[in-house]
């Protein structure tokens, strides 16, 4: 994964996740670097699930929904 630019407002990058977080149903935990078998297999689980509450695209409504929040000024 690329290293974000230097001008990330990451106060902000926080409140937009937890918003799209809320809207899709889940929440993200940052564990670090290590993925163990026991994650992977808990997350193509839990992406089963949010596939069936939120619909096969969701993901990518999920992206235009967290660059739409990001690109507006409604958090500041």
């Known amino acids: ?29 940052y564990l670090g670097c290590t993925v163990t078998n026991g994650i992977g297999m808990y997350n193509e689980v839990i992406e089963d699930y949010l596939d069936k509450i939120n619909v096969r695209d969701w993901r990518t409504k999920e992206r235009q929904m967290r660059d739409s929040i990001i690109k507006s000024d409604a958090l500041k």
């Open 1 to 29: 994964m690329p290293l974000p630019g230097p001008n990330i407002d990451w106060e902000k990058q926080q409140a937009v996740q937890k918003i799209v977080e809320q809207h899709f149903g889940y929440k993200s935990i």
